[in-house]
């Protein structure tokens, strides 16, 4: 809502004015009057301002001085005069004090309304490239023009939140340090990049909490299916210069709070989450060593299972689960040369699973598997390279087959989180996504080639059962229906 100040002696003008914005002019609100330019000034000085209607002959300070006056104290307002006179000296006047428009009384509703949507027009550009500078630098606590600030918010208080789609990262930094407004803007929030992609930082009005949450969720569903996504949110609103003291504490209770697997929606209440380090028992990591100086494997993976049975039990926190995985890695190498003699690399790589598994059994079968290296292909020690080469070939070749994730990874002898880690290492898409293309461009090269098949044949071919489904998709992916690309093959 852009902020309004109307300035006019006479009452009965004042009054219809203010009831045409409150009656049509949905994006403008009302938060001031004055019968007197010293009056208005008055005001400016106290509230930031986006537009200033006023009346040109007023007792005192006239409108034209006003308008000038009111640049003075806030150079980016807008002003619109309204006056009883056509005279050619008030028009030269309002040009010189640099006014939007120039209306004469009476003035007409269907004027008054298309003056005041081209007004908000402009003050949307104007905003968005201001919160576009300021908004940065105020979200990583840098300086900022305070000024700026309150010209652009005043005294408005928000709600904040900061979201997670997926697991969290472990190799990121725990502090923003770098961000940038996403534009064109949203709608309800004003979002900002956080950390990575996969993060983001919103700003939303004041308003009712039934109505915040279910904007909140609606965003947060916006990736599709995504195993696990966090949001942390403001029950009360705050001043904007609360952002960075938020996103400081937001990610910790972030990295305190996150589950693998779990969808969550999180107060945030201020303070400092409390948190104790957990870790596994030294008598487990005892009976561990030994079963693995007496090649005990069997006993060895139904540790790790019953690991990430407990796990999923307790809604452990990725963050504690991480902790606890390099305490095994570590206890691990202590006791197996081949995991001494690769310890960085396989931390790392566990790093990476945290980021991709959809469960914590997903992730403790990976980590068994790149332990003892035993989670390759058919039992033969194939390199990455050769693991992911070998799914690409097997989808291309059986693309027209229900495949699914999990049913490649049986063929492949890998988990659905080595396969995920697999095509993020070694290309730009996922597996659904390169599923997908593999079927959208055999059913392209069908519908040239075989334009006498009809469409559920061609649906068949390329593994879908139901036609209507694969026309959707077919059209996501190409922008065109079957028949269009048809009629319009691309050349």
């Known amino acids: 809502m852009y902020q309004v100040l109307i300035v006019d002696d006479e ?40 537009l200033l209607i006023t009346d040109i002959s007023m007792h005192g300070i006239s409108g034209i001085d006003l308008s000038m006056e009111a640049r003075k104290i806030q150079p980016g307002i807008h002003i619109v005069i309204i006056s009883g006179y056509g005279e050619f000296e008030y028009a030269q006047g309002a040009i010189q004090a640099g006014v939007d428009d120039y209306l004469l009384k009476p003035v007409s509703i269907s004027k008054m309304t298309a003056m005041l949507q081209s007004i908000a027009q402009k003050l949307g550009t104007e905003s ?32 904040f939140a900061l979201i997670r789609w997926g697991n969290l990262d472990m190799s990121l930094p725990k502090a923003l340090t770098a961000t940038s407004l996403i534009q ?18 919103l700003i ?29 949110y403001t029950p009360t609103p705050q001043p904007i210069e609360s952002l960075p003291a938020f996103i400081k504490w937001a990610l910790i209770l972030l990295y305190r709070q996150a589950i693998i697997g779990k969808h969550q929606i999180l107060q945030f209440t201020g303070g400092t989450p409390n948190e104790e380090v957990v ?8 009976q561990l060593s030994y079963f693995i ?53 396989i931390l790392q790589e566990f790093g990476e699973m945290i980021r991709c598994a959809n469960s914590y059994g997903d992730l403790m079968s990976s980590l068994y598997a ?72 055999a059913a392209m090269r069908l519908l040239r080639e075989k334009p ?3 469409l559920r044949d061609v649906a068949t071919c390329v593994g879908y059962d139901d036609s209507s489904y694969f026309t959707k998709v077919f059209h996501q992916y190409t922008g065109q229906t079957p028949s269009q690309f048809v009629e319009r093959p691309s050349k």
């Open 204 to 232: 939303a009005p004041d308003a009712p909490m039934e109505d915040l949450l279910t904007q909140l969720s609606v965003y947060l569903t916006r990736p599709g299916a995504v195993s696990t996504w966090t949001a942390v």
């Open 293 to 345: 100086s007496t090649g005990k494997h069997r006993l060895i993976k139904d540790y790790f299972v019953s690991l990430a049975v407990d796990w999923e039990r307790n809604q452990m926190p990725q963050r504690q689960v991480w902790h606890m995985g390099r305490q095994l890695i570590h206890q691990i190498a202590a006791s197996y040369a081949p995991v001494y003699n690769r310890l960085e690399e």
């Open 452 to 454: 006498e098949y009809l």
């Open 11 to 50: 009452l009965p003008a004042l009054r219809f004015v203010r009831s045409i914005i409150e009656q049509f002019a949905k994006d403008f609100e009302v938060i001031g009057t004055a019968i007197s330019g010293e009056q208005g000034l008055d005001f400016l000085a106290q509230h930031p301002v986006d």
């Open 370 to 441: 790149i332990v003892f290296e035993n989670g390759g292909f058919k039992d033969r020690k194939l390199s990455t390279r050769e693991l992911y080469d070998y799914a690409i070939q097997y989808i291309q070749a059986n693309y027209a087959l229900p495949l699914s994730m999990q049913s490649v990874c049986d063929e492949v002898g890998i988990s659905q989180t080595y396969l995920s880690r697999l095509f993020r290492k070694y290309s730009d898409t996922t597996f659904n996504a390169y599923l997908t293309r593999c079927r959208m461009e």
């Open 128 to 159: 968005s490239n201001r919160a576009a500078a300021l908004l940065p630098a105020i979200a990583c606590d840098q300086d900022y023009g305070k000024e700026a600030a309150w010209q652009l918010y005043g005294s408005r208080s928000f709600h």
């Open 279 to 286: 870790r596994l028992p030294g008598s487990d990591l005892k």
């Open 184 to 201: 064109p803007e949203d709608g309800y929030f004003q979002a900002l990049r956080g950390r990575d992609e996969d993060e983001r930082i």
